[in-house]
């Protein structure tokens, strides 16, 4: 039987970079495949390996944001998943590559050994070796990102779990057949301060990182502090709208890149450290059991039994980030008065 010669499996982290990394290497897939790289298309709407879950790690949890997103009910994602495998197995058949690459955040989730024991036995009918990769983001830092994406979707903060590293990635080192990579995802730390830099380097070490086409416009554009805040007002109930709150949200992004002197969103000290105190578990699991540190934080200050858990419930962004009020109020009149408008005015408005 023919075979690839490594498969590697992009698991995430979430919130390191996963779609910016995805989307660039689905674009360059062609010149990839010519140097031997095998990049299986999915999914129009996926281009990473998102939909391989539910075959590859027997994922069948319903998620309803991401059957409407895929347009898919979920016996629909299930029989696409199985199309999707299938196709790798002919596509290796017939023309075996050096490498294939599977990417997908929605495989950072803890998983029985029952479940990695299958994935080993169906990785290991396409290819001879197989590693994962991951990377893996500072608590506060993540929060933060989690957040603004949440907010863009008008859903609140949330309680991480203190050991998610751990209870993730133990249990693929232990059952997985090959070796797991686990990488900072920071710019102080990656090769030339991006993820596919330095996934590329690592990764594919053959190609030159400089001749892949970068995405011109980039993927979770960042949020102003001020857009933060009216995002989490709507979420929570604090402002009172009573059309479209998804389309007065819209316009609050929108105005966000046209107004000048956006706060940039930066956790206040001890909201960082709660953070932190609070994932010491997985910090110290990293850095103990396999030398993993991030480079923003003073591990000589952890203290895991002092956490401020009103963190997690805060009544405003301004108990997380510095906020110009003012800029909020110009932010806010401007996006309400374009939501109160019809939709085709709103777009031509946008454009010109």
Known sequence: MTKADELLLHIGQEKTGTTTLQSTLIRARLE??????????????????????????????????????????????????ERAWNDIQATVAKAPPEKILMSSELFFRPMTSAAIRAANQMVNQVSKSSRIVAYLRAPDAYFLSYTQQALKDLSLCFRPSRTLIKDTVAPLIKG?????????????????????????????????????????????????????????????????????????????????????????????????????????????????????????????????????????????????CDVNNDRKATLLRRAMGRARLPKSMRRLLFKY
């Open 32 to 81: 990839l495949r010519e140097q031997g790289i095998l990049l299986p298309y999915m999914h129009p709407h996926a281009g990473n390996s998102l939909l391989l879950a539910y075959t590859l790690f027997g994922h069948k949890d319903a998620n309803i944001y991401r059957q409407s997103w895929l347009e898919m009910d979920l016996a629909q994602l299930i029989a696409a998943s």
């Open 176 to 320: 997985w057949d090959g070796p797991v990579s686990l990488n900072v995802f920071d710019r102080q730390v990656m090769k030339g301060g991006d993820i596919v830099t330095d996934f590329v380097t690592r990764y594919f070490p053959a190609i030159d990182p400089a001749t892949i086409e970068r995405l011109r416009i980039p993927y979770n554009v960042t949020l102003s502090a001020e857009a933060m805040s009216i995002l989490y007002d709507i979420s929570s109930g604090k402002m009172v709208w009573g059309a479209d709150r998804h389309g007065l949200a819209i316009e609050v992004m929108k105005a966000d890149s046209r107004i000048d002197n956006p706060t940039k969103p930066k956790l206040h000290t001890a909201a960082a450290q709660t953070l932190i105190n609070w994932r010491a578990p997985d910090l110290f699991w990293l850095r103990d059991e396999h030398g993993i540190t991030f480079p923003s934080i003073d591990y000589d200050v952890i203290d895991p039994n002092e956490v401020d858990e009103g963190v997690f419930r805060i009544n405003g962004i301004e108990e997380l």
